[in-house]
């Protein structure tokens, strides 16, 4: 896997044949066993090879690696008027962005169902002749889809369509696809709703930007990182400006230059296009987050303001206002092994390590025939039963009272009403229970995730050939869905991907760098009534940077940042260098051709919007450069919050700006006022004018020498 050294495409799948041939026996062979040519955004091949056999060409000179093909997890509207993204705001970002106008946004994820009203193509324009991708079953609004199943087959075998469950080509059969995308950039639907519920318009955060679809996920399970590779290769190729993936591997995490995404997104990015990734749903639990190259912008998932109280359901079917006897789950698992006695009863269930979602609860208790449950768990938002079986989330106290009234009644009864919409009644946003939190496992001095958006109970449009595949009630027929609401961060990655277009259709000229640091300085730590934002856990606590990194996105600010932390190719290079990859390799990798120097520090010097540091052991120096993308003539004034248990400077501690001065570094030294082992602590470095606040959130664990301890 390298940077290619000639444009001339045929010679490249040529070299990659020679290669095989040369171990495999003959051209032929070597066709017959090849699955891609990777050869638009960089050069290389993915091919079905004994580990014997990818040992030999391992060895072969100019081969830079050989990485076994891995299956990655998909990480499953009133977001946007929430964001205040809002076509009413004359001088916001969707007015100023155009909605989205003229930019291109590639989509990696499970396919996308053509005739959903959110990727109708009235008033857009012609896509332009920068464009090179292909398309089957679109329009002028969705201008390329493209699917990928060599390595997905090569690892399960052929996949057979016959069932039903799944289209051999760029159609959507799991729905998360034209859910996301729908999200990212779907046109304006009205009247669009989850079985009545979250009524109103439905529309994405940049309406008039074109969509690009790689399918490289598929309903049956998972998605191959040979495909996802070629997807990056054909998107760099096709022209995209913006690759939204929601996807991922679980820890433990492999080395960036083993990892599909991270790969596949550094050749992206290294050619402007900025690439969008979900934190994963592995949360609340400390360095479970995934995604964490520096170069790619990392999502968590939040809350908004609207809510579906009825204890916490999306229940709008039959037997409502009829009471119905209720009896505990684990009575009834003691005293009866095939649960025959739940029948015809609703089903008080706890949160358990074997039972986590009010989902699996509603499957057992369908199963025996029960009318319903009720779910007590730990406290949180999102919501797991959007069924048209009568499911309801209660917390552990309400669940508990529930018990107590069953305990003293001879005949307990209970019954279930109507789901109901309700909005501006929450404390938002929050970060979802589920998000993924750093630190990073595989780097820790690069902070993750960058941001946080919605991405909890997110209407958007669906696939109505996944509609059979939700839970209903045996006595309600299963209605073909066109929206449906969903959580996630595969829900949070495509906001960010559509307010990235939106930027990008303001600022043209911004590399992938300036628009993730646009996004993280001037994110908020706040909820909408200012007071400190909230993660969901066990327990609930105030919010950090491993919760949401910059914080909670803002997109109007992110528009006019005053200054950007940027970054060059050469410095990712630098970092992979002092992460202690092969010189050699990555030279073959890149095109960036930087003699590697092993330096930690640097791994601490990178230019990122933050500054995490896992071992402050005395005192540390580091460096930072701003670039001033405001006012030409402008003076900044440095302020700290410092970690606590740190000392920290600034200096200097002013920067001015003028027409010749457009770039200025500055250092900011960390002194340990602790003797003691540490946890992390977290502040903040503002840059402030008088207009804009410049925030990087500052991460700091103080340690002690040749003391052995991990403690997040």
Not at 164 to 178: C, M
Request: proline letters at 6%; hydrophobic letters at 40%; charged letters at 15%.
């Amino acid at each position: 896997m390298g940077e290619r050294h000639t444009d001339e495409l045929n010679l490249l799948e040529d070299s990659h044949h020679q290669i095989l041939s040369d171990i495999l026996g003959s051209k032929e062979t070597a066709k017959e066993f090849i699955l891609y040519s990777y050869k638009h955004g960089f050069s290389g091949f993915a091919a079905v090879l004994s580990q014997s056999q990818a040992k030999l060409i391992a060895d072969v000179p100019g081969v830079v690696r050989v990485v076994p093909n891995r299956i990655l997890n998909l990480h499953t509207t009133r977001s946007w008027d929430f964001l205040q993204v809002r076509p009413q705001i004359l001088d916001g970002i969707l007015s100023k962005g155009h909605s989205g106008l003229v930019i291109i946004i590639g989509v990696m994820d499970t396919g996308k169902w053509p005739e959903s009203e959110s990727f109708k193509d009235n008033g857009m324009r012609k896509f332009q002749s920068r464009w090179k991708g292909i398309c089957q079953e679109g329009n002028t609004k969705m201008i390329g889809a493209r699917w990928y199943i060599k390595g997905y087959e090569a690892e399960f075998g052929k996949l057979d369509p016959s069932d039903g469950v799944e289209f051999l080509s760029p159609r959507d059969a799991s729905g998360l696809g034209t859910h996301t995308s729908s999200t990212a950039c779907g046109a304006l639907v009205e009247n669009a709703n989850f079985r009545g519920l979250a009524q109103g318009f439905a529309r994405g955060g940049a309406p008039s930007s074109w969509l690009a679809i790689y399918k490289v996920c598929w309903a049956t399970g998972g998605c191959s990182s040979a495909d996802l590779l070629a997807a990056f290769d054909d998107a760099i190729f096709d022209g995209v400006d913006i690759i939204s993936a929601s996807l991922g591997s679980p820890p433990p995490l492999s080395p960036y230059v083993d990892d599909a995404v991270a790969i596949g997104s550094f050749h992206a990015v290294a050619r402007g296009i900025s690439v969008v990734c979900s934190a994963g749903n592995s949360g609340p639990y400390p360095e479970c987050i995934i995604n964490t190259a520096p170069w790619v912008i990392t999502v968590a998932a939040s809350t908004i303001d609207r809510d579906f109280p009825a204890g916490q359901s999306f229940y709008t079917g039959r037997d409502v206002n009829k009471f119905h006897p209720i009896v505990y789950g684990a009575d009834i698992a003691a005293s009866d092994s095939d649960g025959t006695s739940a029948g015809g009863k609703v089903v008080l269930c706890f949160q358990s390590q074997s039972q986590r979602l009010a989902a699996i609860a509603s499957k057992s208790v369908l199963k025996v025939k029960g009318v319903g449950v009720i779910f007590a768990q730990v406290p949180t938002k999102g919501i797991s039963c959007q069924w048209s079986f009568p499911c309801v989330q209660v917390d552990f106290a309400a669940g508990t009272s529930l018990l107590t009234y069953m305990a003293a009644s001879r005949n307990p009864v209970v019954k279930f009403s109507f789901s109901k919409t309700v909005i501006g009644q929450q404390l938002t946003p929050e970060i979802a229970y589920f998000s993924s939190r750093g630190p990073s496992s595989l780097s820790p001095s690069v902070l993750k995730p960058d941001i946080a958006a919605p991405g909890v109970d997110i209407l958007a449009s669906w696939s109505p050939a996944a509609s059979s595949n939700l839970l209903n009630s045996p006595r309600t027929k299963p209605s073909q869905l066109n929206f449906k609401l969903d959580s996630g961060t595969s829900m949070a990655c495509p906001h960010i991907s559509g307010i990235v277009a939106l930027l990008k259709g303001v600022h043209p000229k911004w590399s992938p760098a300036a628009i993730k640091s646009a996004l993280v300085t001037t994110a908020s730590m706040k909820d909408e009534y200012g007071q400190n934002t909230v993660a969901e856990g066990a327990p609930h606590k105030q919010a950090d940077p491993f919760d949401y990194g910059g914080g909670h996105v803002d997109p109007n600010k992110a528009l006019d940042p005053g200054l950007v932390y940027d970054i060059e190719t050469s410095d990712y290079v630098s970092f992979l260098c002092a992460m202690g990859y092969d010189s050699s390799s990555l030279k073959l990798m890149t095109k960036v051709n930087t003699p590697c120097h092993e330096s930690a520090k640097f791994l601490l010097n990178l230019n990122l919007p933050s500054i995490t540091i896992p071992e402050l052991k005395q005192c540390l120096t580091i460096s930072r450069t701003v670039t001033n993308v405001g006012p030409v003539n402008s003076v900044y004034v440095a302020r700290v919050q410092s970690p606590a248990g740190t000392d920290v400077s600034v200096k200097p501690w002013i920067l001015s700006f003028n027409s010749t001065i457009k770039k200025l570094k500055f250092k900011v030294t960390f002194c340990s006022q602790l003797k003691v082992q540490g946890r992390y602590s977290f502040g903040n470095l503002y840059w402030e004018d008088g207009i804009h606040v410049v925030r990087i959130p500052l991460i700091v664990r103080i340690v002690i020498n040749n003391y052995s301890y991990s403690e997040t």
